[in-house]
């Protein structure tokens, strides 16, 4: 059984997500020496921000298969030592997009009717109901910068409130933007036309003083600004200048370039200001959602699946996870079946993704055939995180293309081996969720590639069947399944046969010993 070490409190939810998949240590009291002396005992590692999981820690872990981070950033997790490892990281990026999203638009409703500054008059004892006219949402024109999981969470709110959303986002599709409603357009045009801008943006060089004194006066006059992304993102004397030229009206932000807001800072005394510190992703239920997402992470590398968040493996789309998922498993199980009936020296591998897969972004699929092609012989443990790198080392080549046309299927992954003197030919598809290899080494079968297998390459003659039966019986091996594929009535044929206990290397070699049987090739999945 799989052992997790977590080492810092995270929520009961995700802690019974992760009893399921292994025996979980929950350590609170360890430093830095006790978690180097006691990590080489666990698979995998569990942590919010206060550990720190350096280069060295990461090396203790000897048996370490994955660390997870409940929560967003891993500044505090040295993946790239992880990476070299073959150490899946997972996190939890999606557990707060609703929060910050909630916050986003608290500020500006908080905003348009002056909450803050109305709920300290009548706290001093005033009654200025017509200081406080405020103005409606609806109608009005929220710009965001950054139409990522969060932005996209503050459109979807904002369109239920009837305001008009633009959006600038480099990255995300026209295709994305519209299913929700927004508008995408350009930087300068979103500063123009905007009546609020919202940030969602990481701090990057390209986004640090993204609104700097030049941006804040192309705004509209009168507008206003929330800001629930990083600090840093928005100059904060060109914003104090603007907010005292009426250049903007308002301002709110949960952000700051230096945190903890000095108590001396003069963004807490501005009238047109409202601060709030860093609360964006403060719910019980991120807290909740932040351990039972890094918790199914955790879980899914542990049994061997592709997590959904991974830092150092290819993102995957929310819109093509539903497609690609069953394909991973595919990809990975055709990958190590093909390495394992490979006995000529490969020269190449080609991918071809039909169908479906055409239409997604394949990187993950084709590092989960590599994965599992490179498994069966690596003497370093092989994930989608290393497989690129222990492919370049090794010199295999893997060349991939598209194509529309997936037969009858609704996608096809084929794998075309060429070896120094032979051609091999697999493909598999998706059926009901369910991963199915319909064509081996050429031949047409359809079997579900897990567990043990048999292959027998031989001569399609009466008896034959049988014989492999009466063999695999008498060595107490149980057939849960048989496929045949022939070239034609008493042609070259394969058997695959799905097993319930592997069969011997002195079975195989018996098998081999019958007069029309070349080849029997023991395969476990
Ligand atoms: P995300 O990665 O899903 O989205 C970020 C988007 O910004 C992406 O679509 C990206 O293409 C876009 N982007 C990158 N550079 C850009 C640029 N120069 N101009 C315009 N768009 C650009 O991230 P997310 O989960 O939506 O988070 C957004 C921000 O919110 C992050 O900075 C994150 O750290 C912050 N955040 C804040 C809190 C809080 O407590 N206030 C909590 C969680 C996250």
Redesign the pocket.
């Given at each position: 059984m799989d052992r997790i070490l977590v080492t810092e409190k995270i929520a009961d939810e995700g802690l019974a997500v992760l009893r399921q998949a292994g025996a979980v240590d929950v350590r609170l009291d360890l430093d830095k020496s006790a978690l180097i002396a006691t990590l080489g005992d666990y698979d995998a590692l569990v942590v919010r921000s206060a550990t720190k999981v350096t280069t060295e820690v990461i090396a203790a872990g000897s048996r370490l298969r994955v660390i997870g981070r409940a929560g967003?950033?891993v500044d505090n997790i040295d993946v790239d030592a992880a990476t070299a490892r073959g150490i899946i990281v997972v996190n939890a990026?999606?557990s707060?997009?609703v929060?910050?999203a909630e916050?986003t638009i608290g500020l500006l409703i908080a905003l348009a009717r002056s909450l803050p500054q109305a709920h300290a008059s009548l706290q001093s004892g005033k009654w200025e109901r017509s200081k406080f006219v405020g103005w409606e949402v609806r109608g009005k024109t929220l710009g965001l910068?950054?139409?990522?999981?969060?932005?996209s969470e503050v459109a979807v709110r904002a369109r239920a409130m009837e305001m008009a959303v633009l959006a600038?986002?480099?990255?995300?599709s026209l295709d994305r933007a519209e299913q929700i409603g927004v508008e995408l357009v350009a930087?300068d045009e979103l500063l123009a036309r905007s009546d609020v801008i919202s940030l969602?943006?990481?701090?990057?060089e390209?986004?640090r003083n993204?609104l700097d004194s030049d941006n804040l006066a192309k705004m509209k006059r009168g507008a206003y600004l929330i800001n629930?992304?990083?600090g840093g993102t928005v100059d904060e004397s060109a914003l104090l200048a603007a907010l005292d030229s009426g250049q903007l009206a308002g301002a709110a932000l949960?952000?700051f370039s230096s945190e903890p807001l000095p108590s001396d800072s003069p963004l807490l005394r501005h009238p047109k200001l409202i601060t709030v510190p860093?609360?964006?992703?403060?719910t019980a239920e991120a807290q909740i959602s932040a351990g039972s997402e890094v918790a199914e992470g955790v879980a899914a590398a542990l049994s061997g699946a592709t997590p959904r968040y991974a830092v150092n493996a290819p993102f995957v789309a929310p819109e093509a996870w539903g497609v690609l998922q069953p394909y991973l498993t595919l990809g990975r199980q055709m990958g190590r079946l093909i390495s394992q009936l490979m006995s000529d020296p490969v020269r190449s591998y080609d991918l071809e993704f039909r169908g479906e897969l055409a239409q997604v972004d394949t990187q993950p699929v084709k590092l989960a055939v590599l994965e599992g092609l490179l498994a069966a012989n690596s003497p370093v443990r092989v994930t989608p995180v290393n497989a690129p790198l222990i492919a370049r080392e090794r010199g295999v080549r893997l060349t991939e293309r598209t194509h529309p046309d997936a037969e009858s299927y609704a996608g096809l992954l084929v794998v075309r081996v060429q070896t120094a003197e032979h051609e091999h030919l697999f493909s598999g598809t998706v059926l009901r969720g369910e991963p199915h290899i319909v064509q081996a080494d050429g031949y047409f079968v359809d079997f579900i590639p897990q567990g043990p297998l048999l292959f027998t390459y031989h001569r399609d003659r009466p008896g034959m069947i049988g014989m492999v039966g009466t063999l695999l019986g008498g060595a107490d091996v149980n057939i849960s399944g048989m496929y045949v594929g022939r070239l034609a009535p008493r042609a070259q044929s394969l058997m695959v046969l799905t097993l319930d206990e592997p069969a011997s290397p002195a079975v195989l070699a018996r098998i081999e010993t019958e007069e029309d049987i070349e080849r029997a090739i023991g395969v476990v999945l």
């Open positions: 967003t950033g990026p999606a707060n997009s929060a910050v916050l910068i950054g139409l990522g999981r969060i932005g600038y986002d480099p990255v995300v930087l969602h943006v990481p701090l990057l390209a986004t993204l629930a992304s990083r949960d952000v860093h609360i964006g992703a403060s």
